[in-house]
């Protein structure tokens, strides 16, 4: 049976803890820095807190990203996904579908519930 240590997983969960600096709630699913902050982003938020590494439900290890409330609309469209970026070192660190698509209108604020993001334990 395949195994890792729990710290291979805490070092890679932890690139999100000390560099994730900025989310964005994106039109479509980011594949860059410039797509995430940019081209597809519809509002952004810098207030990012990300928990430390923990257990993962099912096995595994996890983060937890806190509650966002005060997120900044930009642009006007449907946000489907969220971007997790490193804005000092210009990477996209994180991508994943918002739990339900909005509607969304420049000038006004986003709110999003916490999430986590997992590694699973090997198979």
């Known amino acids: 049976m395949a195994t890792l240590n729990d ?16 989310i964005d709630v ?3 699913e980011a594949t860059s820095y410039a797509s995430a902050t940019s081209t597809h ?11 430390a590494p923990a257990d993962r439900s099912g096995g595994g290890r996890e983060v937890t990203v806190a509650a966002i409330s005060d997120g900044s609309i930009s ?5 489907t996904h969220y971007a997790i970026s490193d804005v000092s070192n210009t990477r996209l660190l ?15 604020t986003f709110t999003l519930a916490s999430f986590t993001i997992g590694i699973p334990d090997p198979s």
């Not at 932890?14 to 900025?22: I, K, P, V, Y």
């Not at 982003?41 to 928990?51: A, E, P, Q």
């Open 7 to 22: 710290r291979v997983f805490d070092n890679g969960l932890q690139t999100l803890d000390l560099e994730g600096s900025r």
């Open 26 to 28: 994106t039109s479509q």
């Open 75 to 79: 642009g006007t469209g449907t946000a």
């Open 41 to 51: 982003t519809l509002g952004n938020s810098t207030s990012l807190s990300i928990g």
């Open 94 to 108: 994180a991508t994943g579908a918002l739990s339900a698509s909005q509607s969304v209108t420049s000038g006004n």
